[in-house]
Nanobody, 126 residues
Framework: QVTPVESGGGSVQAGGSLRLSCGAS????????LGWFRQSPGKEREGVAT????????YYAESVKGRFTISQENAKNTVYLQMNSLKPEDTATYYC???????????????????WGQGTQVTVSS
């Protein structure tokens, strides 16, 4: 069983930055689609950003474009989410996910991932 493990969450004021990290066992390298999703109380889980490790293609939700950057470090089997210019509406539990898909690693595709982390809390105060 592969369980991604998130870290890096915390509390920050609006306009600040945080970097989330997600690692797993060595089996993480078997998965080409990695992603970050988030969920806040009373809302459905939403995709934030995904990356295709085969070629580096990235996909972002409109709400985070230009502010968040997803990246990978293959040697460490780690995926990152750099979050800048944070807003109170970014407050949520952030989840990392990983899986293998034959097609593109769009947010819609990665939503169907089998492997999810336990989540890390991000709180942005105004």
């Amino acid at each position: 069983q592969v369980t991604p493990v998130e870290s890096g969450g915390g509390s920050v004021q609006a306009g600040g930055s945080l970097r989330l990290s997600c690692g797993a066992s060595r089996y993480m390298s078997n998965f080409n689609c990695l992603g970050w999703f988030r969920q806040s109380p009373g809302k459905e889980r939403e995709g934030v950003a995904t990356i295709d490790t085969r070629g580096g293609s990235t996909y972002y939700a409109e709400s985070v474009k230009g502010r968040f950057t997803i990246s990978q470090e293959n040697a460490k089997n780690t995926v990152y989410l750099q979050m800048n210019s944070l807003k109170p509406e970014d407050t949520a539990t952030y989840y990392c996910t990983a899986d293998f898909f034959r097609g593109s690693c769009t947010i819609a595709t990665v939503t169907r991932s089998r492997y999810w982390g336990q989540g890390t809390q991000v709180t942005v105060s105004s």
